[in-house]
C-alpha cells in the first residue's frame, strides 16, 4: 500500500520555501570542515601508476615544472573562481611560460613534446583543476592543432608563436545549439564574397569563446555544401560571444553562445587544410589521445585528495 504524504496548505509551503531561499549561504568550512577549499593541494602522494618510470628527464622536468605551478598558482585559488563562475586572467602568463601550449607541435614557437609529454602534463593540470586543463586542451589541442594540420604556412607563422606563448588565447567552434553529438549537419553558412567569406549562424557551448583572441570557426560553404574552416577574430564585426551561466560543472571554463551575423572573414584566414568533415575529424582523431589524459589526472587528483583524510575512528586508511 503507497501511503501519500497529505498536501501542504499552499502558503505553508510558500513561507517555508522563501524562508529557505533568504537563508546566507552555507558556511561549508563549519558544516564539512573536511571539504575546505583545497588552498594547500595535497602533494602528490604517490606515483601511482609509476608514470616516472617511464619518462625521459625532459619529460620528467616538464611534469615536476608543471605540478609546481598548478599546486602554487591555482590551487589557492581554484574554490574562489569556481564559485564565481569567473577565469583568473592572471594565471595564463603562468601557464604560458610552462612551455606546454601546443603540445607535441614542431616549430612556429611550440614546444614539440614527446606525446607522453604532452600528455602527462594534461594529467598534472588536470590533477589540480579539471576547468584549467579544458582551458588548455580547447586552446591547444583544439584550436593550435587545426591551425597546425589544417592552416597555410603563413597562418602556421602568423597566429602560432603568440598562441604557444599564451600571448593569445583560441578556442574552436565545432558545436551549434541544434548540432552537437550530430556536429557533421552544422548549419552556420559561409558565402564567398570578393575578397573573402561572409559567415553567418551560431554555435553553442565553447570553452574560451567570451575572451579568445582568435576564433576557429567551422562553417558550412554554400556552393559546396561541405564543411570549412576560419580563423575570426575577437572584434570582428557581427562576432558576438555571450557567457553561458549557472554551469554546475567546470565553472571556471568560460563557455559562450557565439552568434555570427554577416561576419567577414578574408581569404587569408580561410583554414585551407578544412575541406570536409573528415578534416575536422582528423583533428579530432588526434586531440581526443590528449584528452583521454584529463580523466587519468583528475583520478590522481581524487586519489591524493582523499590520501590527506587522516583515518578516523571506523573508517580504515587508505594505506591499509
Ligand atoms: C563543458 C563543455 C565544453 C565544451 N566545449 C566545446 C568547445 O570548446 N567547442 C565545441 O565545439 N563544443 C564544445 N562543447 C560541446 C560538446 O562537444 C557537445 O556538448 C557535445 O558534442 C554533445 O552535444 P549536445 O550538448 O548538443 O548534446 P546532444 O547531442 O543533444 O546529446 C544529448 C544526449 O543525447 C545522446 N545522443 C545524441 N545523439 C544520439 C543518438 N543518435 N543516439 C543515441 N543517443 C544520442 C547523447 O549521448 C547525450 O547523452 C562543450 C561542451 C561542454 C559541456
Not at 607522453?116 to 593550435?144: K, N, Q, Y
Not at 541544434?178 to 549562424?201: P, R
Amino acid at each position: 500500500m503507497t501511503v501519500r504524504a497529505s498536501p501542504k496548505p499552499d502558503n505553508l509551503e510558500k513561507e517555508e520555501r522563501s524562508s529557505y531561499f533568504g537563508l546566507p549561504g552555507l558556511d561549508v568550512s563549519v558544516g564539512f570542515p573536511q571539504a575546505t577549499p583545497a588552498s594547500v593541494f595535497p602533494p602528490c602522494t604517490s606515483d601511482y601508476y609509476h608514470f616516472d618510470d617511464l619518462l625521459t628527464p625532459e619529460e620528467q622536468a616538464i611534469r615536476k615544472r608543471v605540478k609546481e605551478c598548478m599546486e602554487k598558482e591555482v590551487a589557492p585559488i581554484m574554490a574562489k573562481y569556481w564559485e564565481k563562475a569567473e577565469f583568473p586572467f592572471h594565471v595564463i602568463p603562468k601557464l604560458g611560460a610552462l612551455g606546454i601550449a601546443g603540445g607535441t607541435i614542431k616549430g612556429y614557437g611550440c614546444p614539440g613534446l614527446s606525446i607522453t609529454g604532452s600528455a602527462i602534463s594534461t594529467a598534472e593540470v588536470a590533477r589540480v583543476d579539471a576547468s584549467f586543463s579544458t582551458f588548455i586542451l580547447v586552446h591547444s589541442s583544439l584550436a593550435m592543432l587545426t591551425i597546425s594540420l589544417c592552416g597555410s604556412e603563413e597562418q602556421k607563422q602568423k597566429y602560432l608563436p603568440s598562441l604557444a606563448k599564451l600571448d593569445t588565447v583560441a578556442c574552436w567552434a565545432l558545436t551549434e545549439p541544434d548540432y552537437g553529438s550530430d556536429a557533421s549537419a552544422l548549419k552556420t553558412s559561409a558565402t564567398k564574397v570578393e575578397g573573402g567569406w561572409i559567415l553567418e549562424g551560431q554555435k553553442r557551448w565553447i570553452g574560451n569563446s567570451t575572451f579568445a583572441d582568435l576564433l576557429v570557426i567551422f562553417a558550412r560553404n554554400s556552393s559546396t555544401n561541405q564543411i570549412n574552416g576560419y580563423i575570426v577574430k575577437k572584434n570582428a564585426p557581427g562576432l558576438t560571444a555571450r557567457k553561458m551561466e549557472n554551469k554546475i560543472g567546470l565553472r571556471i571554463v568560460q563557455n559562450g553562445d557565439i552568434i555570427l551575423k554577416k561576419v567577414f572573414v578574408p581569404d587569408n584566414d580561410r583554414l585551407p587544410g578544412v575541406n570536409s568533415f573528415q578534416d575536422t575529424n582528423k583533428v579530432l582523431a588526434v586531440s581526443r589521445v590528449m584528452v583521454a589524459w584529463q580523466p587519468i589526472g583528475l583520478s590522481m587528483g581524487v586519489y591524493d585528495i582523499c590520501h590527506r583524510w587522516k583515518p578516523h575512528e571506523g573508517f580504515c586508511s587508505l594505506d591499509t
